[in-house]
């Protein structure tokens, strides 16, 4: 099917902000016309009851090639992004060997031709994510990374976080910055808190992050220059974010659906799939994150998709790696969590998890116009659905979804004209 014509759905398009019934045709891959309002004649993709929006944009992800495929490939890793919706995912740095260098880039790009959706790479602000020395980001740029992260890590060194932030100014690049100093943060595993002290778990201090975040918005006024900060998960970083909003400073924040759905109360399971870094905070912490996100503090809410073996995931507590996979349940968990009781609506939904993530990466992504590359998700708003291991595509099961119910379900994900993903 090249050429179709969706009917009969709501169409949710950020971009001109419209949320209203309307019709979609896709001729040769591309967009060849939005039309507002109800359809004369049916066509042949039926989308009645259902939301029909551009393809979803995850800018922050973890595919594990190369080194790690029996954790993830980008190809494993398109799937499970095209089964949560996602038409283009921008995927992290910290592979073996790192993303910080021309050849790995291309490497992406050229392993991205086989995905089943568009896979953007984000390159090392650093060599080997070391934090000691400036990557050559401009070689970088050439070959096709749309940002720059030592993701994983933060850059614990200020001079050289204020260096790569100019350089990634001067490109016209964005830099992302995970926020989490190490001596802080110690050898953590949890928050640190009433909980960390009744689990006797090691626990990271929320000042680790907000510190670096503080760090980050202070660096971006004096320098100039953009930067957006990774999953924030404290209450205290939504509000240096809301300052530094307010001052107008070019800085763009992410969160992702743990922070605003989990807990540090639930680690007394023990349960190392909700161990991640920066960790669960506490229930006013959540609050604040939904707060920040239903107020515009957040630009983007992004999975963090983190896939790790479950031999990985089978150790103790302090040994198991950070991380959990999320591309399959993000949006399940924005509809569910988030506009199920009304903190926002679809067309901020779509906002954060499509426009603007693209227009923070500038890639071609994120819009319902003629002339744009058809890449559209649709989306049954009532579906409910209980989540199942079976309904995992990733390499990884890590999640402490499973077991779940969600209302709001993807149901079919096309990438430029093609459908890539159909609920049956
Ligand atoms: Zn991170
Ligand atoms: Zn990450």
Redesign the pocket.
Known sequence: MNDFTITGGTIVNPVDNYYGPGTIVVKKGKIAEVRKGKAGKRGNVDASGLLVCPGLVDM?VHLREPGFEYKETIYSGSLAAAAGGFTSVAC?PNTDPPLDNQEAVRFVVQKAKEAVVHVYPIGALTKARKGKELAEMGDMLQAGAVAF?D????VQNSVIMRRAMEYCKMLGVTAIS???FDDLADSGVMNEGAVSSRLGLGGRPRIAEELMIAREIMLAEYTGSPVHI??VSSAGGVELIKQAKKKKLRVTAETCPHYFSLNDEMLESYDTNLKV??PLRTKKDVNAVKKGIASGVFDVIAS?H?PHAYEEKALEFDYSPPGMIGLETSLALVSTELINNKVIDWLEAVRLMSTTPAYILNIPAGKLKAGEIADITIIDPKHEWTFTEDDIKSLSKNTPFVGKKFIGRVVRTIVSGKTVFELK
Request: net charge negative; hydrophobic share 20%; proline share 6%.
């Open positions: 922050h992290m992260s993701d994983g890590n933060g995970h926020c989490e990774a999953h870094h920066p963090d983190a």
